[in-house]
């Protein structure tokens, strides 16, 4: 059993800067790839950023260039950085990771719970 916590959500102004983090605790063997989501009211859940184990990342184009992820291996956490908010950037945000069990030979994906960040004009 693996949880994944975010923290850092909130309201902020247009233009403004927020820092989200995802932090991982359980019975897992390591971690693969970390992922942040966003579901906006009445849309779609789309995927916002991807990292890799060795810091390999992509973006949506819609974030690219204001908002950077990054991981922290030690630690288990995950954060989203996310510079020049926009008011279409105000969505319910979620933390997404493959957990490794069994020295990698076992894979599962867990979600965080969402937190809300709304971006006012």
């Known amino acids: 059993q693996v949880q994944l916590v975010e923290s850092g959500g909130g309201l902020v102004q247009a233009g403004g800067s927020l820092r989200l983090s995802c932090a991982a605790s359980g019975s897992f063997f390591s971690i693969n790839l970390m992922h942040w989501y966003r579901q906006p009211p009445g849309k779609q859940r789309e995927l916002v950023a991807t990292?890799?184990?060795?810091?390999?990342?992509d973006y949506a184009d819609s974030v690219k260039g204001r908002f950077t992820i990054s991981r922290d291996n030690a630690k288990n956490m995950v954060y989203l950085q996310m510079n020049s908010l926009k008011p279409e950037d105000t969505a319910v945000y979620y933390c997404?990771?493959?957990?490794?069990?069994?020295?990698?030979?076992?894979?599962?994906?867990?979600w965080g719970q969402g937190t809300q960040v709304t971006v006012s004009s």
């Open positions: 997404n990771a493959d957990f490794y069990f069994n020295k990698g030979l076992n894979l599962r994906n867990y």
């Open positions: 990292i890799t184990g060795s810091d390999h990342t």
